[in-house]
C-alpha cells in the first residue's frame, strides 16, 4: 500500500511569491494535517482537516491556508511568501478515529525561500 | 503551558548501550504521549505511544516511561544499535477531536558501531 504522498519534494521560490503543496492520504483515511518542521526543530501544526471540513488551525497568519478534496486529498497555500517561510512542510494523514493517534507522515515538501 | 520540553538536545550512545531521552508537559488535559523516529529526508514515522493509565509501555527494544504525578515521559532504547540513529520527537495531545498535537524539539541520537 502507497503510504502519504507528497509533491512536489523541493521548491524554490522567491519572496512575495504563493505556493501550493499539494498531499495525498493513505488509501482510506479520512483525516489530514498539515506541519511546518524549521530545521533543527520538531514538527509544528498548521491545519486539521476532516471530510473536507477544517478542524484544528495552529498559530499561523492568515496567509496560510488549506482545503481537502472529496478523495481526501489536501493542498496547502502559502500567499506572500516570507524568509521565514523557508522550511519542510509535512503532510500527515490518520484514520478518522482519533485525530491525533497513529499520524502517517509524508516524506515532505522542502520549501526554500530566497 | 502548550509546551513539550525534551532533553537532551542530542545525544551519543556506544553500540548496546541504553539511550534514555526525556520530555516534560505542563497542561495536565494531555492524554496521549507518542513518540516519533525521523530519518533524515523522511518524514517523522510513529515508533511507540502511551496513555497515562499506565506508568509503562513496551514495543520491542522501546520503552516508554510514564510519571503522571511528575508530568514527565521517557523513551529507552535497549540493546541501541547503529540503525536506531535518528532524531526522536515526543509529543503530546489531547484525545478530543479538536485537540492539537505539540511536538517537542528533537533529540538527535548517535548509536556509535
Known amino acids: 500500500d502507497a503510504g502519504v504522498t507528497q509533491s512536489p519534494t523541493h521548491l524554490i521560490k522567491t519572496r512575495g511569491q504563493h505556493v501550493t503543496l499539494r498531499c495525498s492520504p493513505i488509501?482510506?483515511?479520512?483525516?489530514v494535517s498539515w506541519y511546518q518542521q524549521v530545521l533543527g526543530q520538531g514538527p509544528q501544526f498548521i491545519f486539521q482537516y476532516y471530510e473536507k471540513e477544517e478542524r484544528g488551525r495552529g498559530n499561523f497568519p492568515d496567509r496560510f491556508s488549506a482545503r481537502q478534496f472529496p478523495n481526501y486529498s489536501s493542498e496547502l497555500n502559502v500567499n506572500a511568501l516570507l524568509l521565514g517561510d523557508s522550511a519542510l512542510y509535512l503532510c500527515?494523514?490518520?484514520?478518522?478515529?482519533?485525530?491525533?493517534?497513529?499520524?502517517?507522515f509524508g516524506s515532505g515538501t522542502q520549501l526554500s525561500v530566497l | 503551558q502548550q509546551q513539550v520540553k525534551q532533553s537532551p538536545q542530542s545525544l551519543i550512545v556506544q553500540k548496546g548501550g541504553i539511550p534514555i531521552i526525556n520530555c516534560a508537559y505542563e497542561?495536565?488535559?494531555?492524554?496521549?504521549f507518542p513518540w516519533y523516529q525521523q530519518f533524515p529526508g523522511k518524514g517523522p514515522a510513529l515508533l511507540i505511544a502511551?496513555?497515562?493509565?499506565?506508568s509503562e509501555k513496551k514495543e520491542g527494544r522501546f520503552t516508554i516511561s510514564f510519571n503522571k504525578s511528575a508530568k514527565q515521559f521517557s523513551l529507552h532504547i535497549m540493546d541501541s544499535q547503529p540503525g536506531d540513529s535518528a532524531t526522536y520527537f515526543c509529543a503530546a495531545s489531547g484525545m478530543n477531536r479538536d485537540d492539537k498535537i505539540i511536538f517537542g524539539k528533537g533529540t538527535r541520537l548517535h548509536i556509535l558501531p
Open positions: 502511551i496513555r497515562p493509565d499506565v
Open positions: 497542561n495536565t488535559a494531555f492524554d496521549y
Open positions: 488509501s482510506g483515511h479520512k483525516s
Open positions: 500527515a494523514s490518520s484514520p478518522a478515529t482519533g485525530w491525533n493517534e497513529k499520524l502517517f
